[in-house]
């Protein structure tokens, strides 16, 4: 009754061709930015912005980057923590030898350099498939972990292999208090999430899409493959390294490379496989079920531990998260193996024909 | 010369080592298309396992020989893999059959996160010894060849033995048993193993029974070099290239590219290693793999790739 398309007729391209056909999805949209932009930042406390709003931004961008590639082009990866590190240390670079850069130009400048090298590692992905790729790609994880660590120009000489920044500012505005923060993440997050939503259903998406369900048939019927994966590689690795620029820069402000560890990749396909693959709104779900679920566990288990008379140590707690993180990932692949997403296209359907569904 | 021979024993039987890990990578994929990421994860709830019973037996049954101690603990480890393995196939497996390759592979870096908190938990988080009466202190070969002769560890010797009995035995298994006649139809092809009255289930079931067998004997002889630890889940991380460079289906190929790996891994940290700063190991490892793999896809021995519309 509230959410269907019956009487919203299109009678321009324009209308027919925009990213939310559909009125109330627009709306949607629209007051859930106005009220992350708006009402979270009154009610928000530091603690809030700093250990769960920030990082989930950032993470639910990065998701974004690797649904491009894992989702949308079927292309595994598990080097997407090497390429969140290119970007935050190209960025680093940038912001640090670039006299006077302004600081966007800086993150996509890291960005920049992360489809660089994402272009290049993406070259196996033409040979190799499937798993082996997914391996393949941890060869970019480990070579980046090195880098990182090893070549001293990288971090600019810091003996520690630790790199600061400081003085953000864009325009005059400073970016330093935590609601300052939430809201530059904010910006580029609902940015790009909305570009990747315009690029994955247009010619180029379709192509990625193609190529996912089946490479020869795609290439057979005139997709040429090297372009549309390495195209994938190229769009997924940019987003990935900006948000890899954000997570140094705006998150930790100071970091090394054990930042950005292979643990980080395997979260980051966490998000994505939750989330559901193939769905820029599932990156984001699936952002938020990964980054909430271990400050959850760590905030309840000492609790329950009390209710039921136990005494729980530390120790206990972190072994014991990590059991049940991994007891929930199996739990939710086994009932719900397509992801958040999923549950969220099957709610809306039902709002469809609500209230006479038959 | 007499260096160059040393490098490259070391090599091979660190090579051997890391073959071990990839056999129980093999083994499963073979039979049930599953990328098992929990391998190492495996790798460490058993050899802490063995190491924590091997120290508890002794004490709860007051006596003090070691030897007994330490076949007892294999004992129990063993049975408690068998339990790992009945029960993944019973809570995880069973329910995601026909589900994406990638669906899979997330389920066993949860099987991962859950055994390594497991492990933890009932066998504490310290670095525990195994201590199997491995001889430490290295000896000598080939002195009338060489001035010196060519240093070689006697624990690594012994290692590279155990684990070519395991192969052997494994071998033995998969050719000449029933069981591991079923075992090579289901990973030929599922269904028609299937449709002439293998059970699937029991099949998985006892595939990762023998993966958890391989597990525990790789670390065992892991947790005697290194001692065991967290660090003992990366050895996972550092077999993969191996199964990759091998092909993913082939036990011989885990064996081989464990081989050229080891080899490659220890010649290229000594000779290039000191050109670039050190450390390269691990990536030179994926590196070599990444290369193998531009002119075969497949590995070198994994079943050739047939692209059909």
Known sequence: MLYRENGQFKTTYAADSQIFPIAQDRWVILALIAFAAVVVPMVASTYMFKAILIPFL?????????????????????????????????????????????????????????????????????????????????????????????????????????????????????????????????????????????????????????????????????????YAKLSAFAVSSFIVGVAGALWGFVHLGGWEPAAFSVDRSFQLLFMVIIGGLGSIMGSIFGAAFITLLPIFLNQALPVLGDLVGMEVTTAFVSHAEFMIFGALIVWFLIVEPHGLARLWSVAKQKLRIWPFPH | MGFFLETLMGGLMTGMLYSLVALGFVLIFKASGVFNFAQGAM????????????????????????????????????????????????????????????????ATLGITYFLDGAGQTLFGSDIYKIDIGMPK??????????????????????????????????????????????????????????????????????????????????????????????????????????????????????????LIIGVGEKLSEIYIGPLVGGGIEIWFAYVLALVFLLFRPQGLFGEKIIDRV
């Open chain 1, 58 to 226: 950032i993470l639910s961008l990065a998701a974004v980057g690797v649904n491009i590639l894992v989702g949308y082009c079927g292309q595994i990866s598990l080097g997407s923590g090497a390429f969140m590190a290119v970007g935050a240390y190209a960025a680093y670079n940038l912001f640090i030898r670039v006299e006077g850069i302004p600081l966007i130009l800086a993150l996509l400048g890291g960005g920049f350099f992360a489809t660089l090298v994402g272009i290049i590692f993406g070259v196996p992905s033409l040979r190799v498939r499937g798993l082996y790729l997914a391996v393949a790609t941890l060869a970019a994880q480990f070579f980046w972990d090195w880098a990182f660590l090893r070549i001293k120009w990288f971090t600019n000489y810091a003996p520690s292999g630790s790199v600061q920044v400081a003085d953000l500012s864009v325009l005059g505005w400073a970016i330093k208090d935590p609601a300052d923060k939430y809201l530059f993440c904010l910006a580029f997050l609902v940015v790009f999430g909305l570009l990747a939503k315009n690029l994955v259903r247009g010619a180029i998406g379709r192509e990625w899409m193609a190529i996912r369900d089946m490479d020869v048939a795609a290439a057979v019927i005139g997709i040429r493959p090297m």
């Open chain 2, 43 to 106: 790798v460490l709830f058993a050899a802490l396992a063995m190491a924590r019973f091997a120290e508890w037996f002794p004490q709860w049954l007051g006596f003090e020989n070691k030897i007994l101690a330490n076949l007892l603990a294999f004992v129990v480890a063993g049975a408690l893999m068998f339990a790992v393995a009945w029960l993944v196939e019973r809570l995880v497996l069973r329910h995601l059959v026909n589900q994406d390759g990638a669906v899979l592979l997330m």
């Open chain 2, 137 to 258: 202190e290295p000896m000598f070969l080939f002195q009338s060849v060489f001035e010196g002769g060519v240093l070689v560890s006697q624990e690594d010797l012994y290692a590279a033995v155990i684990a070519a009995l395991l192969v052997i035995a494994l071998t033995l298994f998969f050719q000449k048993t029933s069981t591991g006649r079923a075992l090579r139809a289901v990973a030929d092809d599922h269904q028609a193993a299937q449709s002439i009255g293998i059970p699937l289930n029991r099949i998985w079931i006892i595939v990762w029974c023998v993966a958890g067998v391989v597990a525990l004997v790789a670390g065992m002889i892991w947790g005697s070099k290194l001692g065991v630890q967290f660090s003992l889940t990366t050895v996972a991380l550092r077999a993969l290239p191996v199964v990759i460079l091998g092909g993913l289906t082939s036990v011989p190929g885990a064996i081989i590219g464990g």
